[in-house]
């Protein structure tokens, strides 16, 4: 009796981190795999695929064909055109540059993304610019998103950003149910704000207290990035742990 209440309970367990794990690594829906196998994606950036795993990313996201989603602060633009051949023509991208980052950012950082908008490749991407507090789009979105980027609104080059207020024009510009997603890199437990500035990372408690200061309710939180043998000591510009950083990866929603 007890060897059957042991295997019983141990089988619960199983059960329970299988799904927990199906949750934290969705499927690939085939839209998002056919996104990502795009041949129209520059080559340099396919190669980063398998460190930064965009469609697992994607997935978790939700983003799905028909959505409107914002890509804030979206540089070169690799995941702009994933999520535009994800969204489809029924779809819209729209990609946010802060005006701050133009300013204070050399050409080569965001000039190929803004191309993008002049792209008819890409006829559903819109590139907006714009005050980086001031984060609006022409309708109300299913999705935000920022990568690797969160940390920079604590720092000279974009203002520094007053936080709640970038918080706060996300959440405005999302319907109600809609999804914000921010993936940054790890920064010691504990240190806030103290690397974003010098080793580009940030506390993800920082994060979290921020959006969920905005009204937004932390859903999930995916391992897929993570890596327990990055010590959060080097610029995550190190070539020794370029694109293998430690990467939180957080999905709030907007309240319905």
Partial sequence: MKINSLLAAQSIVLVFSANAFAADRPNIPSYVAAAV???ARP????RLD????????IAFAGLKPGDRVGDFIFANAYFTRIFSRVVGPAGRVYAYTPTEEI??????????GIAL?????YANVKVLLGPVEDFSAPESLDVVWTSDNFHDLYDPILGPARIERVTASIY?????GGVFVVIDHVADAGSGVRDTNTLHRIDPTV???AVEGAGFVLEAESDVLRNPDDAHTLRVFNPAIRWRTDQVVLR???PT
Wanted: with cysteine; hydrophobic share 30%; proline share 10%.
């Fill in 172 to 176: 405005r510009s999302l319907k109600p």
């Fill in 37 to 39: 196998a795009d041949q």
């Fill in 103 to 112: 300013l204070n950012c050399g050409p080569e950082e965001t000039a190929q």
């Fill in 117 to 121: 908008g002049h792209n008819p490749a």
């Fill in 252 to 254: 709030f929603r907007k």
């Fill in 50 to 57: 398998a460190d930064r795993k965009p469609a697992e990313l």
């Fill in 43 to 46: 080559a340099d950036q396919v």
């Fill in 207 to 209: 994060i979290k207290a």
